[in-house]
């Protein structure tokens, strides 16, 4: 089926100033000003009202977070004692509130223009250790495109890390899972729905041992790899005296400087180091919000791109950033970034490219993040028609500029899973209400 997306209000592409052509999962014809598609198209949607951009893809997340937003017990806390205070929480994590959990959160990130999320997941009390099968599910059921990875903890307190012995596993048992998870649903090549990755949590909750493993297995099924780095001073300050080097020298001691890596966070990187990364093809995924709410500090996004290294947007877990809106980390990071580097340094059209083209490029993706014929058709579509945007002049700069953080319309692979701002046959206001429900009981809140 041939759908043209005709006239938009505007669009992030060149020469389409009359629409795309859509024909099935892929962007088939890009229309320019004063032509026709080439071909007959079967249907038209009116794009009249409408900013279309490429989908957002979300690199960096944790889903089950979605349950301790705002927890009294870790508000005002920097990330070392926010974790320990919420591990004991997360470790009461069961199948009916991660699935919800998942819901949830693929919801907002699709309400909010996100056609392609990643999801760290790295908490497997007993009784879930088919967490990951359930967010495929759910993925699924959704239209989601997803790339999820296989977290992992196994350094506890009792051997000198940071999580309670309660949230860790075995290395042999994470491995055996993680490949277990890569032959059950591992997709390969463009267009893949879901994709396994494979995601040590942090220096801090997990051995040399498995970091290095986990790096041959990735090798050995040719998928990506994923973990928080360079986030706190703390972290600097744990590797310094547990393995005595800075963070990216124990990486590099683990097997990890490659090019299928892709970093959380990167904030406390020096310059020489942010050459290493690009040496060795590692893109890193910037987490604005998260990182302003934890006051972590800033990652040099700019600096990284000067030098060569591919920068995503990551909305990181939803109870450090407490919601997952991916178009309003596009505004946090160009606000941010714009503070450090100055007006003319970064745009609004960078920070779209980053939760776009720089996105695709930490998850691996060359067939995504852009409106471009043979691309996926991947499409999120905004209305200005909020009060926020009322006398707005450039629409693609109000959608940055203004706030925008709802889509009107969008597409993951040729299908539309949000309507007029909905999502098909998801009651909203009913899982918002059964998710508070299962938060309470799991935080024991009254
Ligand atoms: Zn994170």
């Known amino acids: 089926m041939r759908l043209w997306i005709k006239d938009p209000l505007a669009i992030l592409a060149d020469d389409a100033e009359r629409g795309i052509v859509v024909d099935g999962s892929l962007i088939a014809e890009l229309v320019p000003a004063g032509r026709e598609p080439a071909l007959p198209v079967d249907a038209v949607f009116d794009a009249g009202e409408h900013v279309v951009i490429p989908g957002l893809i979300n690199?960096?997340?944790?889903?089950?977070?979605?349950?301790?937003?705002?927890?009294?017990?870790?508000?005002?806390?920097?990330?070392?004692?926010?974790?320990?205070?919420?591990?004991?929480?997360?470790?009461?994590?069961?199948?009916?509130?991660?699935?919800?959990?998942?819901?949830?959160?693929?919801?907002?990130?699709?309400l909010s223009g996100c056609t392609t999320t990643t999801d760290h997941h790295y908490v497997f009390p007993a009784g879930l250790e088919n967490a990951i099968d359930i967010e495929v599910e759910v993925a699924k059921q959704l239209g989601m495109r997803a790339v999820l990875t296989r977290g992992s903890m196994n350094?506890?307190?009792?051997?000198?890390?940071?999580?309670?012995?309660?949230?860790?596993?075995?290395?042999?048992?994470?491995?055996?899972?993680?490949?277990?998870?890569?032959?059950?649903?591992?997709e390969r090549g463009a267009g893949a729905m879901v994709q396994i990755a494979l995601a040590p949590c942090s220096p801090f909750s997990v051995?040399?041992?498995?970091?290095?493993?986990?790096?041959?297995?990735?090798?050995?099924?040719?998928?990506?790899?994923?973990?928080?780095?360079?986030?706190?001073?703390?972290?600097?300050?744990?590797?310094?005296?547990?393995?005595?080097?800075?963070p990216l020298?124990?990486?590099?001691?683990?097997?990890?400087?490659?090019?299928?890596?892709?970093?959380?966070?990167?904030?406390?990187?020096?310059?020489?180091?942010?050459?290493?990364?690009?040496?060795?093809?590692?893109?890193v995924s910037h987490c604005a919000c998260s990182n302003?709410?934890?006051?972590?500090?800033?990652?040099?996004?700019?600096?990284?791109?000067?030098?060569?290294?591919?920068?995503?947007?990551?909305?990181?877990?939803?109870?450090?950033?407490?919601?997952?809106?991916?178009?309003?980390?596009?505004?946090?990071?160009?606000?941010?970034?714009?503070?450090?580097?100055?007006?003319?340094?970064?745009?609004?059209?960078?920070?779209l490219r980053w939760a776009t083209a720089g996105s695709a490029a930490c998850i691996g993706r060359p067939d995504l993040g852009r409106?471009?014929?043979?691309?996926?058709?991947?499409?999120?579509?905004?209305?200005?028609?909020?009060?926020?945007?009322?006398?707005?002049?450039?629409?693609?700069a109000a959608l940055v500029l203004c706030g925008a953080h709802r889509a009107d319309q969008v597409m993951i692979a040729g299908r539309w899973t949000v309507e007029q701002g909905s999502i098909p046959g998801l009651d909203i206001a009913e899982l918002a209400r059964s998710h508070q429900a299962i938060s309470r009981r799991m935080t024991g809140a009254a």
């Open 59 to 110: 690199t960096h997340h944790h889903f089950y977070q979605t349950l301790t937003r705002a927890l009294p017990a870790a508000l005002d806390k920097e990330l070392f004692p926010w974790l320990q205070a919420l591990y004991p929480v997360w470790a009461r994590l069961d199948e009916e509130a991660l699935r919800s959990a998942v819901r949830v959160a693929m919801a907002e990130l699709m």
């Open 155 to 186: 350094l506890s307190v009792r051997d000198g890390g940071l999580p309670p012995d309660s949230v860790v596993q075995d290395e042999d048992t994470i491995l055996e899972d993680s490949q277990r998870l890569i032959e059950a649903h591992h």
């Open 207 to 246: 051995t040399r041992s498995l970091m290095g493993r986990t790096a041959e297995l990735a090798a050995r099924f040719d998928v990506r790899l994923h973990t928080h780095l360079a986030e706190t001073q703390d972290e600097n300050a744990f590797c310094v005296e547990k393995f005595g080097c800075r």
């Open 249 to 283: 020298d124990y990486l590099e001691d683990c097997g990890w400087l490659n090019d299928r890596v892709w970093l959380a966070h990167g904030i406390h990187f020096d310059e020489a180091e942010i050459g290493r990364l690009a040496a060795a093809g590692i893109s």
């Open 292 to 351: 302003q709410a934890l006051a972590s500090g800033m990652c040099p996004v700019h600096g990284m791109e000067r030098a060569g290294v591919a920068v995503g947007l990551g909305w990181d877990g939803s109870a450090s950033a407490d919601s997952s809106n991916l178009m309003q980390e596009v505004r946090a990071a160009f606000l941010l970034q714009r503070l450090q580097y100055g007006v003319t340094a970064v745009s609004h059209r960078d920070a």
């Open 371 to 396: 409106i471009a014929a043979g691309f996926q058709a991947d499409l999120a579509l905004f209305k200005l028609d909020e009060l926020r945007f009322a006398g707005h002049g450039n629409p693609l």
